[in-house]
């Protein structure tokens, strides 16, 4: 205990009043401090929808209007826009939005039926109206911005982006074409929605697959050209386009693999290793030792198929991936030597 005549000198004497200051001062910053906030889990985006309507659009292409049960308003969305669809089998999937973007009502995608995919058509196909169906969305990685003029170039099931593209060019009195190619007019789906006027159609059974020059004549300068099917098509468009026209494109299809290397992928839960040839992607390798690995656009831009990298070095990555301890195995390759991913 401090002795009451030595307490009071303390009091009186100026480095003792400073030092009280400070601490009070300090006390009190403490008390004004946020309080800790507790841990927030991740918002689920998912939005749960049914099956309103589905309809035959051409060959092996059916449509289908996705709505809330309840009859609520969707989050909006602008031509190029995609939803991922959850299935139940645990596949995920890009489907473009190929409706109004003015209903905001419901949603439509159409799905073309591949036997020889990865399931994920077959699994389309098989809903019917009343079915529950998962979404998250929409996203846009194919934007489609205000310009003048506009080539547009599509490929069979590749209508379904460019669809609203084109109904919203011609809606604003922009100057804009399409081609529109297929095997038989019967595979293409939509035919009957395109304004009418502008639109050539170039099918495989009424003159053989069009050429380069076939799919955009001469652009005049500054036109937009928005192109979207298989991957020779795209191919074509691009090595065709002038240097004064802008090229926007989606692919249905992974891109083909240019200058690859071949390297070793260890998944480190079975201790398999597996060589990746040159010429094929980790994610292609990996399917044929575990065809449950999850993947979806195969693209690069989607992020399903990112998966932990464990050691190694991954050099050639996609512009969205850039994950330091993760990869995208559907693009991101390592340019040789090996990598041991958490599969």
Same mark, same amino acid.
């Given at each position: 205990?401090i002795?009451?005549?030595?307490?009071?000198?303390?009091?009186?004497?100026p480095f003792w009043?400073a030092?009280?200051a400070?601490?009070?001062?300090?006390?009190r910053?403490?008390s004004?401090?946020a309080p800790?906030?507790?841990?927030v889990?991740?918002?689920? /985006?998912?939005?749960r929808l049914?099956?309103?309507?589905?309809?035959?659009e051409?060959?092996?292409?059916?449509?289908?209007?996705?709505g809330?049960?309840?009859g609520?308003v969707?989050p909006?969305w602008q031509?190029?826009?995609?939803?991922?669809v959850?299935?139940?089998s645990g596949r995920?999937r890009?489907?473009?939005?190929?409706?109004d973007?003015a209903? /905001?009502?419901?949603?439509?995608?159409?799905?073309?039926r591949?036997?020889?995919?990865g399931?994920?058509s077959v699994e389309?196909?098989?809903?019917?109206?009343?079915?529950?169906?998962?979404v998250?969305?929409?996203r846009?990685? =194919?934007p489609f911005?205000?310009?003048?003029?506009?080539? =547009?170039v599509?490929?069979?099931?590749g209508?379904?982006?460019?669809l609203?593209m084109?109904?919203?060019?011609? /809606?604003?009195?922009?100057?804009w074409?399409?081609v529109?190619?297929?095997?038989?007019r019967a595979?293409?789906?939509f035919?009957?929605?395109?304004?009418a006027?502008r639109v050539?159609v170039r099918?495989d059974?009424?003159?053989?697959?069009p050429?380069?020059a076939?799919l955009?004549g001469d652009?005049?300068?500054g036109?937009?050209?928005?192109?979207?099917?298989?991957?020779?098509?795209i191919?074509?468009?691009?090595?065709?386009?002038?240097l004064?026209?802008?090229l926007h494109y989606?692919?249905?299809?992974?891109?083909?693999i240019v200058?690859?290397?071949?390297?070793?992928?260890?998944? /480190?839960r079975s201790g398999?290793?597996?060589p990746?040839?040159?010429?094929?992607s980790?994610?292609d390798?990996i399917r044929?030792?575990?065809?449950?690995v999850?993947?979806?656009c195969r693209?690069?831009?989607?992020g399903?198929c990112?998966?932990?990298?464990l050691?190694g070095?991954?050099h050639?990555?996609?512009?969205?991936?850039q994950g330091d301890?993760?990869?995208l195995?559907?693009?991101?390759?390592a340019?040789?030597?090996r990598?041991?991913?958490?599969?």
């Amino acid at each position: 205990m401090i002795p009451p005549d030595l307490r009071g000198r303390r009091e009186r004497d100026p480095f003792w009043v400073a030092v009280n200051a400070a601490f009070n001062g300090i006390q009190r910053f403490r008390s004004l401090r946020a309080p800790a906030l507790p841990a927030v889990s991740p918002v689920d /985006r998912t939005m749960r929808l049914t099956v309103l309507e589905v309809r035959r659009e051409a060959d092996d292409v059916v449509s289908l209007r996705l709505g809330a049960a309840d009859g609520r308003v969707l989050p909006g969305w602008q031509p190029g826009g995609h939803l991922d669809v959850l299935l139940p089998s645990g596949r995920r999937r890009q489907y473009s939005l190929c409706g109004d973007p003015a209903d /905001r009502r419901a949603y439509r995608i159409a799905v073309r039926r591949l036997p020889e995919g990865g399931g994920g058509s077959v699994e389309m196909h098989e809903l019917r109206e009343g079915d529950a169906v998962a979404v998250q969305g929409p996203r846009n990685a =194919f934007p489609f911005l205000a310009h003048e003029r506009y080539a =547009f170039v599509a490929g069979g099931i590749g209508i379904t982006p460019i669809l609203p593209m084109v109904t919203a060019a011609d /809606r604003f009195g922009a100057d804009w074409s399409l081609v529109y190619t297929g095997r038989t007019r019967a595979s293409l789906p939509f035919l009957d929605e395109l304004p009418a006027g502008r639109v050539t159609v170039r099918t495989d059974d009424e003159g053989g697959a069009p050429s380069a020059a076939d799919l955009l004549g001469d652009v005049p300068d500054g036109t937009a050209v928005y192109c979207c099917g298989p991957a020779p098509m795209i191919d074509a468009v691009r090595a065709s386009v002038g240097l004064d026209a802008t090229l926007h494109y989606e692919r249905f299809a992974p891109p083909p693999i240019v200058g690859g290397r071949p390297f070793e992928v260890e998944l /480190r839960r079975s201790g398999r290793v597996l060589p990746v040839p040159a010429d094929r992607s980790a994610l292609d390798v990996i399917r044929d030792a575990l065809p449950d690995v999850a993947y979806s656009c195969r693209q690069g831009f989607c992020g399903t198929c990112r998966t932990g990298v464990l050691s190694g070095a991954v050099h050639d990555r996609a512009p969205s991936d850039q994950g330091d301890d993760s990869m995208l195995v559907c693009v991101s390759r390592a340019t040789g030597g090996r990598i041991t991913l958490d599969l």
